[in-house]
């Protein structure tokens, strides 16, 4: 205790050592005043009683010496004095300094900028009062021979709720948009319908008014909304007496009962604006069978994971008993901060990955740099060891020069780093999420203080072990020849290092290029070029009826319309999803067992769908325009479900029925086969999928897509399109336009994004190991002059000596690269996810990045093997 | 703890014991006054480097055994003061307590060699 308030004490004094030492001053003064004229008194001359004084008083210096040693914290000094003379060292080599600062810069800026999305999207708790004991739960089910989690159905939430032990509060909601009535035109707002239960579970009160009522969720009631902070900001003037007020949602009136304050966002990161309560209806009550529901649910205080996952395991195998008919698998309980970032943390872990090898190589160059320039004062060192410096002293003064480095590439990192953010924002804005504030805080300014911190050990420690016992005697004595023979020494594990990390951030830029360049060729099934497509979307309130009608006067008003030659709608564009299907009967086939029945996607489509899009016509024909499901049960399938579940024989003429079940009526005929479309990017396999014409009463959804094949540019007719799409009626929205050129391109924007910057980082890291190269070879040519010399003198030409050093140089380079290889080979499967049209461990790729990085460090090599070869026998040897 | 640093202690530890006393006996002092002092009761034979008497006074201070405040000495001079706190009496009963037993360890051990004596 009291040594820590002695050191405290030491340690406020420093603030204030100034005028501590002034009042020492003041007192030692008025202490030789009065011992120089008590001798006066005592019968000294003036001059001689000052002296006297002075003799008993001892020395100052010493005692002022002493004193502050008490005082303040020597050691303090001792590294105030080792700061300034590594800065002195370093100002004296400026080109080394700069180099070395700004290779920390770039590490420590690409890490922290990184951490930084990281931090704000993935490491930060969700945002609502105890996070962690929100879960999410969902429904186990086998589907077409595999285990998957679907949303869950009305009738076994509610049993779940009645029946559960392990939560507080367990709410249904549904995510989708709705069209909200505005000035002009409608807007589509993502929007999600909840049960009033959620907000409780959530642990959130409203800014303004109140949230949902229980009975809100009953049919019959009158339409309330909860509109986001945003929302009421930008839409309504952050008005203050909006609760009450009605807006038009989906053409009907609903009442604004409350706003959520400003951090609100529900889901986690998904960029929601308004909730409105979910109604269940006698239909959606009944049908176990239906799965639609998210369902968020709250722990009780005390309850594990593990202890709710085993209630609910027998909640779900009581109902799995009870209705055997709905063959209920089980029940998943996840946490809920686990399942809303998986796809952001994979990208940025790939990326974390990246910087991280760039920091380690900024490391390696930075040691590289202090441990050759070590190598020059060798000599110097070894004096201040023979003086009594100890090991720790040296270790001291070699870290401090480091920590030097690394605070001012730490300092330049952290510029650095707000200039890369800024570019990694612009670069991701269509992969990140609304809403969320991704900003430099003090997490991210400790972190990068850490990093730089960790980049000052590495590149610091490192040399100063390796020089911290040096052999005096050589070091001092025979400094001439010390160092002979660093040509002929094993290979450099420092540019072996950082060919291989190089190497390693060089496929991954080649990998994800090549796989941007491959999706340009890619056969996504369908012909891209000049096809336009839009969401349209009408109120939830419509009939199926309604929708198909409306959807028919889109098809029919788009294609009047000059410049557009193909028209039609889909529940879903490719290449976006795969997640809409269904299991089905095959007609004549003995029932497969439970979860073993085929399973395929479901697209609602109009006739002209397929020579919209231009797929392909595999067997049989298309629908005809006259063809409604009511009165032609028929449907198409894909190649892959031919192929998968009528092998060898023709599927055209047999009989489907979506769903199980014996006894079926709704039989519907395959009338044609159609080509395989990659319904969820290049990087998914083909599903099976099979077409319904439009106006099935499932699979014709709320939000439809128009795709329009135009014989002109898609932008020259965008305008008329949006225009008559939004004559035909005020309650619908028209929405998220894009060609489906860039429907592809933004279903590999995670490739995209990740390629761009890891070009980047590699761009860097190849320089980066260039100049290490560089620098080792030089120092290896440099410290072995007199040894070319001795070489020379007997002989060798200089040819001769050009190809040593290069050959040197050559050795390591390949030594690296098979480290590199072979780490690449182990990391690089993480990346499979983005890499398209190859595999993550192509033998091409990694070829190139290969040869391409051997061929930079063997030019960084060229000028040291130049500078080898130009030595004069006679000057090298006469000198040192 | 190295050797050399028991040796200061020890040495500090008579210093320490005598700035002590000196401020029980005298009250509030300066630190040319303390010097004095202990130049005077030891009659002048005790040659204090009068310098060492400063770092000396700090870690008495930084341990709580005296406080010091700045003052007007008798003629009239701005000085700073030093003088003993409730935790330094106790800590100088404590210190004349081992001194005495130290001294009469010592004065046994010198009494059986009556001549001669440690060279």
Known sequence: MTRMAIFLSRLAALLRRRSIEGELDDELRFHLQMETEENIRRGMSVEEARYAARRSFGGIEQTREAWRDRRFL???????????????????????????????????????????????????????????????????????????????????????????????????????????????????????????QLFPALRVRPFLGRTIL??????????????????????????????????????????????????FQFPPRSGVELWTPIIFNQYTRAARGNHWLEVIARLKPGVSLTAAQQ??????????????????????????????????????????????????????????????????????????????AGRWGIVRLLLTESLLLAAAGGTAGYFAARQALHLLLTLAADRLPDGIPIQIDAAVLGFCILISLFSALLAGLIPAIRNSRIDLQSALKDAAISGGGALRRRLSPLMVGEVALALVLVIGALLLL???????????????????????????????????????????????????SRAAVINLVPVQSSHTGSVFTIDGREPPPPGYEPAAEIRAISPEYFQAMGIPLVAGRSFRPDELPDQWRVALINRYAAEQYFPNEDPVGKRIAYGTGSGREDWRTIVGVVGNVREAGAQSPVPAVIYSPLGHPVWTSTTMSLVLRTSVEPAAVTGMVRRGMRELSPDAAVFLVRTMDQV???????????????????????????????????????????????RMALGANRSGMLRMVCSRGLQNALAGTALGLGWATLTNGAMQHYVIGMKAIDAETYLAAALGTVAVALGASLLPAWRASRVDPAVALRTE | ??????????????????????????????????????????????????GTLYPALVRLEQRGWIRSKWGLSDNQRRARFYGLTAKGKKQLALEETRWDRMSAIVSRVRQPVPEGGAS
């Open chain 1, 74 to 196: 020597p050691q303090v000094d001792a590294w105030v004095r080792d700061l300034r003379q590594g800065a002195r060292m370093l100002a004296r080599s400026p080109l080394f300094t700069a180099f070395a600062v700004v290779s920390l810069a770039l590490g420590i800026g690409a890490n922290t900028a990184i951490f930084t999305v990281l931090h704000a999207l993935v490491l930060r708790p969700l945002p609502y009062p105890e996070p962690q004991g929100l879960m999410k739960l969902w429904e186990t089910s086998m589907w077409g021979g595999q285990a998957c989690w679907t949303p869950a159905s009305v009738p076994n939430l509610l049993d779940w709720r009645e029946q559960n032990r392990a939560f507080q509060e367990i709410a249904g909601f549904t995510v989708g948009g709705v069209n909200l009535a505005g000035h002009g035109e409608t807007l589509r707002v993502p929007a999600s319908r909840v049960e009033a």
């Open chain 1, 514 to 564: 090549g796989s941007l360049r491959n999706l340009d060729r890619f056969d996504m099934g369908f012909r891209p070029e000049r096809v336009l497509t839009m969401k349209l979307a009408v109120p939830e309130t419509w009939t199926v009826a309604q929708s198909t009608v409306f959807y028919r006067q889109a098809i029919e008003k788009a294609r009047a319309i000059p410049g557009v």
């Open chain 2, 1 to 50: 703890m190295s050797t050399e640093e028991a040796r200061t202690d020890v040495l500090q530890g008579t210093l320490d014991l005598l700035v002590l006393k000196t401020l029980e006996t005298m009250g509030p002092l300066h630190g040319w006054g303390i010097a004095r002092r202990i130049e005077q009761v030891s009659e002048n034979t005790l040659r204090l480097n009068q």
């Open chain 1, 744 to 790: 592809v391109a933004d279903s590999a924007a995670d490739t995209r994004l990740l390629s761009g910057l890891l070009a980047i980082f590699s761009a860097v890291a190849l320089v980066l190991a260039a100049v290490g190269v560089y620098g080792v070879m030089s120092h290896q040519v440099l410290q072995s002059t007199q040894e070319i010399g001795v």
């Open chain 1, 311 to 388: 209630q609910m395991d027998a909640v779900a195998h009581r109902l799995g008993q009870q209705y055997p008919e709905h063959r209920i698998q089980g029940l998943l309980v996840q946490p809920l901060d686990g399942e809303t970032k998986q796809g952001t943390a994979r990208v940025l872990l790939v990326l974390f990955g990246a910087a991280g090898l760039v920091l380690l190589l900024a490391c390696g160059n930075v040691a590289h740099l202090v441990l050759a320039r070590i190598a020059g004062r060798r000599r110097e060192l070894a004096v201040r060891i023979a003086l009594g």
């Open chain 1, 214 to 263: 229980l009975e809100e969720n009953a049919a019959g009631r009158d339409l309330v909304v909860v509109l986001s902070y945003g929302l009421w900001e930008r839409r309504f003037g952050a008005d203050p007496a909006i609760v009450g007020q009605t807006v038009a949602i989906d053409g009907a009136a609903h009442t604004v009962i409350g706003v959520m304050p400003p951090s």
